[in-house]
């Protein structure tokens, strides 16, 4: 079975399944590329879900990349999609917090400690600045 079958919907829908299980699993977890797939296509696919996932977790969750810094952050992310290959059910907040914890579980006790003071500082501010907006309304 390859690519042109599917393009010409001569394929029964068990067919169809097993090649799109083919293809996530290269895509996600670097399995081989199914026969009559673009090699180039398949890996520049896989970056940007990649990124994608990455930038994702970025906007959920930035006090990730801020008490990391980019490359150590890159290096953490690049570990975290290895032991989490395929995306959080519930979505992106789920996917962040997922990251946050096996982050914290990796990188020791003194980032347990500064993840937990950042996560202090943002419940902090979005307190005052909710007790703000209260005032501003009263």
Known sequence: MNVSDINSLSIDRSELERLEAQMLECLLLGADVPPNVDSRKAAESARVLSCKRKRSIERAYPAAVESLGNVAFDRIFAEYITRY???HPLGAWHEAMR????????SGFLLRRLLSLLDNIVVFWGEKRCQTNQDANS
Do not use: I, T
């Open 85 to 87: 290959p395929g995306l």
């Open 99 to 106: 990251f946050r914890k096996f982050m914290s579980l990796r």
